[in-house]
């Protein structure tokens, strides 16, 4: 693709304003362009990821775990990562290492829950976002009804992330607050478009 087009993008990784997919596209294109226009591929996790995905939770801070995730000792992540691979559909952000990871588990539920993290030194660049587009894609082309997930009431930020991408509050019984998107809410229609069709 011409790269020196002047379209608006925010970088001249590549220019995907005019991309209309072709049948072989996965539900959602796995380039994603951050908010300083650094280029990165979110895409679903390799087993060659393992190794990077375990040392980027093994390098959260404890103040950045939250409800008891990611866990605190390489042998509990290494453990929790396995098991997520085994029953989960997950998804990585890579740079020049994994950046962030979603995941949505059960996948044989028609309503898995779903989590997203994202390395503390990548924070605020719209990476975790792109990774739950990335879930809300492939769950709804599975043919899943719902996702859900639990976020502490405190995490305002997630919450308004979750908010806008079309995520409802169900119930909020104590600390934390449950919230369900309906696979049939037209975000999970609009993040399969292709780019150049968004």
Not at 14 to 19: A, I, K, L, V, Y
Request: aromatic content about 8%; hydrophobic content about 35%; proline content about 8%.
């Amino acid at each position: 693709m011409d790269d020196s087009s002047d379209s608006g993008v925010a970088c001249s990784a590549w220019d995907h304003s005019g991309c209309e997919g072709t049948p072989y596209c996965p539900p959602r294109c796995p380039r994603f362009v951050d908010k300083y226009g650094a280029a990165l591929i979110v895409r679903p996790l390799e087993p060659a990821d393992r190794d990077q995905l375990v040392a980027m939770y093994l390098d959260f801070p404890h103040e950045h775990r939250s409800m008891g995730l990611p866990p605190a000792n390489r042998k509990q992540v290494e453990r929790w990562v396995d098991r997520l691979v085994e029953r989960g559909r997950n998804f990585v952000a890579v740079d020049d290492a994994v950046v962030g990871h979603a995941v949505y588990s059960p996948t044989t539920a028609d309503v898995p829950e779903f989590a997203v993290f994202v390395h503390p030194d990548s924070h605020d660049l719209g990476i975790g976002s792109e990774l739950t587009r990335h879930a809300i894609a492939y769950a709804a082309s599975e043919g899943h009804e719902a996702l859900c997930l639990d976020v502490q009431r405190d995490n305002h930020r997630a919450i308004h992330v979750y908010r806008r991408l079309g995520f409802e509050e169900v119930e909020s019984p104590g600390v934390d607050v449950t919230m369900r998107l309906s696979l049939s809410h037209p975000t999970a229609a609009q993040v399969q478009l292709a780019p150049g069709l968004t």
